[in-house]
């Protein structure tokens, strides 16, 4: 992906695109995204504005067209405010009305002089959050209660309200016709049974039948993470969004959030849903061999009609050190749920251990 030029922004460029209802009619006041009302809520007097929530009739862009013609991109690509955290890399945009913040995804401290301009697709899509802060920090506190073995120090510094923040993840969206050609042998499990030294003896034959067929399959929004600031571990199960429900992408969705920037475009990301589709494809050939077994000897998948579009997901993160290394947690911003890393404390887990021993050494004598 080529590298953009990057220069400081003045204070004008720093202030938002969006000038509708940006401003409370009530008191003139700053207006952010509840997620509890899903409406624009005033930080002062608390009044509320509406917002569509209806959601949208959703329009795909043609991956070969836009592949073949990188001029497009002018027509739809947006200046941005941009600051690169220089410890783990995430490009986000900067909070409205502050000078510095921490980094979500590993805490380091942003300054204002960090800002950079960059040109960007902006988002077509998005799923606004629907989770608040506060029911946010119960479950997060509800996660940290039930970790088992965790250091002690460790939970009692995870409920400070900076520590967690509302961030809308990129991510691009595939979708593909596939057609797969494949040739293999379907196995039949039958039970047979013969006597042994006049035992009777039962065991299983696999026979296997010559096969070859066609699978059709249309894929609808893959998933591809447009950024890798997300640990694998925990982006791989941030999943279960209920994508029925985009809206267009507004600016007033993300008033009072971070926005991550995408790091990679929707070539860049294309690879990784292929994986993807290809992994379902090969299970759907399986599931269409049949038989108790199967064995592929090929697999030949074309791909048409391939579509995408970019759009905003909702999590919420917070970026925790401890002894010198940073440890991750994210909630998905509409469900809920809950996906983290975590330490482990050594003495804990050594006393575990050793209490298990004397119980069963207890039991062996009581036994005995």
């Known amino acids: 992906m080529e590298e953009k030029e990057s220069v400081y922004l003045g204070d004008e460029a720093l202030k938002s695109s969006d000038t509708v209802q940006s401003k409370c009619p009530s008191c003139g006041g700053s207006l952010v995204y509840s997620p509890e009302d899903e409406k624009l809520a005033c930080e002062y007097c ?37 600051v690169v955290c220089g410890q783990c890399g995430a490009h986000t945009t900067f909070p409205e009305n ?8 590993c805490g380091t401290p942003i300054v204002l002089k960090d800002y950079v301009q960059r040109r960007s697709w902006k988002p077509e899509y998005t799923l606004p959050f629907k989770i608040g802060k506060k029911k946010t920090k119960e479950r997060f506190r509800k996660w940290v209660s039930s970790l088992w073995f965790a250091p002690n120090g460790f939970a009692k510094n995870l409920e400070a309200d900076e520590k967690i923040k509302g961030v809308y993840l990129p991510y691009w969206t595939y979708d593909a016709a596939t057609v797969t050609r494949y040739s293999g042998e379907r196995g039949v499990n039958r ?25 059709r399959h249309n ?11 997300l640990p694998h571990d925990i982006a791989s199960v941030l ?8 809206v267009a992408y507004k600016d007033q969705f993300v008033r009072g959030f971070l926005t991550e920037l995408y790091q990679k475009d929707f070539k860049d990301c294309y690879p990784y849903a ?21 064995r592929v000897h090929s697999q030949d998948t074309s791909y048409s009609n391939v579509k995408f ?22 909630i998905n911003g509409r469900t ?13 887990i050594i006393g575990c251990i050793l209490a298990v021993i004397a119980i069963i050494a207890l039991l062996f004598m009581y036994v005995k």
């Open 46 to 82: 608390g009044g509320k504005v509406d917002l569509d929530m209806t959601p949208a009739e959703v329009h795909e862009n043609d991956f070969a067209e836009w592949s073949s013609h990188p001029e497009m991109l002018e027509r739809i690509e947006n200046l941005v405010a941009e």
């Open 98 to 105: 502050t000078t510095s913040f921490s980094c979500a995804f």
């Open 191 to 215: 039970t047979v049974s013969r006597m042994v030294n006049g035992k009777r003896e039962t065991y299983v034959v696999t026979d296997w039948y010559p096969v070859s067929g066609v699978v």
């Open 219 to 229: 894929f609808d929004d893959v998933l591809a993470p447009a950024s890798n600031s």
């Open 239 to 246: 999943t279960n969004w209920d994508i029925k429900n985009y």
């Open 274 to 294: 292929r994986q993807q589709m290809e992994a379902y494809v090969s299970a759907l050939v399986r599931q269409d061999i049949g038989g108790s077994q199967q």
């Open 309 to 330: 579009k970019h759009i905003l997901l909702p999590v919420w993160i917070s970026a925790y050190r401890y002894k010198n290394k940073t440890y991750v947690f994210a």
């Open 336 to 348: 809920g749920h809950v996906t983290g890393q975590r330490p482990w404390s050594i003495p804990k």
